[in-house]
């Protein structure tokens, strides 16, 4: 059995990226996966809640996507802060689905969405329980290391 390596831990990092972002954009390209009559009803209901929720589900949006990108970098680059980030973007993400509405999505879309989040959560698996880890508390301390050369050096 192959052991998971920091080459194979990127790529799985970017395809848990890659499958949420199809999952996040399928529907606007190909708009005719939602039916109709659906679409009307989301469209007319995300309007009312936007206004009754106010700037506050904007804001929170913006937090989640600005740390779950600096812990996504943090994770690619092995930073000893990648991990714990990761994890805190994740909860963050989790409880603001409970504010978060209703939601349409097509089939392909959740498909997708689904997809990353397994992957998101495999990876972050991996960070703490596979030889990985080793990588993270390798980067202790090296904060000024060079990101170019830290993927020459990771294989």
């Keep these: 059995m192959k052991t998971m390596t920091s080459i194979y831990f990127r790529l799985m990092l ?5 499958c949420v972002l199809i999952g996040a954009s399928i529907d606007s390209v190909f708009p005719s996966a ?15 809640f936007y206004e009754a929720m106010g700037s506050g589900v904007i804001l929170a949006g913006v937090l989640i996507f600005v740390v779950s990108g600096v812990a996504f ?5 092995f930073r000893s802060w990648g991990r714990p980030l990761a994890i805190a ?4 993400l989790l409880g603001m689905g409970f504010f978060a509405g209703v939601g349409v999505q097509s089939e392909r879309s959740m ?20 030889p990985v880890k080793e990588k993270f508390a390798a980067a202790r301390g090296s904060m000024t290391q ?7 050096n990771s294989r």
Excluded: C, H, M, N
């Design 34 to 48: 939602i039916p109709e009559v659906l679409a009307k009803a989301r469209d007319a209901y995300e309007v009312q």
């Design 89 to 92: 973007g994740t909860a963050l």
């Design 146 to 152: 060079d990101p170019v050369q830290d993927l020459s």
């Design 111 to 130: 498909f997708f969405g689904e997809l990353g989040s397994l992957l998101w959560g495999a990876v972050l698996a991996i960070s703490y329980l596979s």
């Design 73 to 77: 970098a943090g994770l690619f680059f």
């Design 14 to 18: 970017l395809a848990s990226l890659v």
